[in-house]
């Protein structure tokens, strides 16, 4: 019997993970830790917090930024510090790790609403090919829904996004590129 996934293996893997760990309270903790370029997304939702682990009394968290030399990741790591502070964790230790390259598989179903209804348009997973459109070049309006839409430029507010303009309302908006 043919079994049907019902989530991209990257998220199921990411929430065994996060569920099987020994210090799901760490993983919880951070939940409250936000991108400082798109604060409705957790570092979780947004798929660049990789693994917490206990390491004797220092708690090590590993993030893969969206993009390599993400000038957000500063504040992330510090944001993450602050966080684990605040719930008695003094001793944090911050890991990057660059490979496997970050995927925007790794976004949460939370995160993707999110971005949508922050006025950015996710990455698409729908397989558009059938109607003859790509994400890259028609991504969907995130006020309006229409996919009759142009790209403006191949870079937005920053490195990880596109700047489109719906046809339909005219409105311009970001569309977080899949990665």
């Known amino acids: 019997m043919k079994q049907i996934s019902l989530m991209p293996d990257e998220q199921y893997q990411r929430l065994q993970q996060r569920n099987n760990a020994e210090v799901k309270n760490l993983w919880d903790i951070l939940d409250e830790v936000k991108d400082p370029e798109v ?17 004797g009394s220092s708690v090590v968290v590993t993030i893969t930024p969206t993009y390599s030399g993400c000038p957000a990741m500063d504040t992330i790591s510090s944001d993450v510090k602050a966080e684990l502070n605040k719930a008695g964790y003094q001793e944090v230790v911050i890991k990057t790790k660059l490979s ?21 348009a996710p990455p698409e997973d ?20 229409s996919r009759n839409t ?30």
């Open 150 to 179: 142009r790209r403006i430029s191949e870079f937005g507010s920053t490195a990880c996004k596109a700047l489109f303009q719906c046809n339909d309302c005219s409105e311009p908006f970001d569309y977080f590129k899949k990665i």
């Open 126 to 145: 729908a397989d558009l090919c059938e109607e003859g459109l790509t994400p890259e070049a028609h991504a969907q309006c995130p006020h309006c829904n």
């Open 39 to 55: 604060p409705v997304l957790s570092i979780w939702d947004l798929g660049i917090l990789r693994d917490v682990e206990l390491d």
């Open 100 to 120: 496997p390259a970050w995927s925007s598989e790794w976004m949460s179903p939370q995160g993707r609403k999110n971005l949508r209804e922050y006025g950015i």
